[in-house]
């Protein structure tokens, strides 16, 4: 029996600040490392979100951080805040600006807000020549635009961002490749109703192709409706291997290394 090697998955998005782990962190960082996972990147949603990323990846050698405002909080979004951002952008664990972009689903801010506050951080991501972290729901058409616009005017960004929980169809997976965005994908890849995307799964070249938990939310199938966390990308990873037929430990080296070659650690 072969014993897999330690330390080779990369959970690219989690949001490790968040309430839901204030009671058992520690554990859930450890359970991690057990289970193969060798870098987290804990996404701020906010200023208060960032600063709280930043600390926790003080604390712990394996956590990265993206720093943003979420669409969610764009209405109270203002440039006074966005110079925040660029201000905790500067600490070195600091590898994207994110998650910033377009939620068209909940509508928590007006839509002129959430593309406002989305192109001042693009701006921002340029100026600091970072990649960028975008969270679109139920958005893609706006979002493409925004995002074809953007990638036009800094054509030398040879790679600008990832797309995370990306579940489009088949052309809005080819737009963002052109664009030269990473897609990550998360637990909701097994669940039964998401059978249909397996084409469009398997079509991500491997080198595009990321993997995330979005933890505490969208655990996979076998722990659905309960908290999720980065021990189980490993689930993601399996699943994820047998969508495409390939090996695990393929597929694990190949996010990873996608991982590193666009956060840049």
């Known amino acids: 029996m072969t014993t897999e090697p330690a330390h080779l998955l990369t959970d690219t998005h989690t949001h490790l600040d968040a309430a839901e782990f204030k009671a058992d962190r520690d554990e859930v960082i450890t359970r991690a490392r057990d289970t193969g996972v060798g870098t987290i990147i804990t996404v701020g949603t906010g200023i208060k979100s960032g600063r709280h990323a930043i600390e926790l990846a003080e ?25 925040a951002i660029a201000r905790l952008a500067e600490h070195p664990k ?44 139920q958005a893609h058409d706006e979002m493409l635009n925004v ?21 489009g169809d088949a052309q809005t997976t080819r737009q963002y490749l052109e664009m030269g965005f990473y897609l990550s994908l998360g637990g909701y890849i097994t669940y039964p109703v998401n059978r249909d995307a397996h084409d469009t799964i398997r079509s991500i070249p491997a080198d595009r192709l990321m993997v995330e938990t979005d933890c505490p939310y969208l655990a996979p199938q076998q722990y659905r409706s309960q908290r999720n966390e980065p021990a189980y990308v490993r689930h993601t990873v399996e699943e994820l291997a047998r969508i495409r037929g390939v090996p695990f430990e393929t597929l694990a080296q190949e996010t990873t290394e996608n991982a590193h070659r666009l956060f840049g650690w």
């Open 147 to 167: 995002l074809r616009d953007w990638t036009s005017q800094h054509a030398e960004r040879q790679s600008p961002g990832v797309i995370h929980c990306f579940m």
């Open 94 to 137: 600091v590898v994207a600006i994110g998650e910033i972009g377009l939620d068209f689903y909940r509508n928590y801010s007006p839509r002129d807000s959430q593309f406002r506050t989305l192109q001042w951080q693009l701006d921002l991501a340029v100026q600091l020549n970072l990649p960028v972290v975008i969270h679109c729901r």
């Open 59 to 83: 604390q712990y050698q394996d956590i990265l951080v993206a720093v943003g405002i979420h669409p969610h909080a764009a209405s109270t979004a203002t440039e006074v805040g966005i110079t």
